[in-house]
């Protein structure tokens, strides 16, 4: 089964150390149309912690943001 684009992005963001603007607004479409699974979400916590603990770098800055969903 292929990795969803969350987890791929997530994947990415490991391997690089850093995750993109263009990573974070891709992630948060996904978010906001609700088309991700149990196991994306698994990863956004990975992600959080990691951007968190510094283990990852955010481009865009401010960790709060990352995780805010638009509502509709």
Known sequence: MPLSIIR??????????????????LIR???A???YQLADLDALE???SAL???????EAGDLVSLFAV???
């Open 8 to 25: 791929r992005l997530v994947q990415s963001a490991f391997q690089t150390g850093y995750l993109s603007v263009e990573s974070e607004g």
């Open 29 to 31: 479409q996904v978010l």
């Open 33 to 35: 149309v609700k088309g």
């Open 46 to 48: 990975q992600l959080h």
């Open 52 to 58: 968190y603990s510094g283990q990852i770098k955010r």
């Open 70 to 72: 638009p509502e509709d």
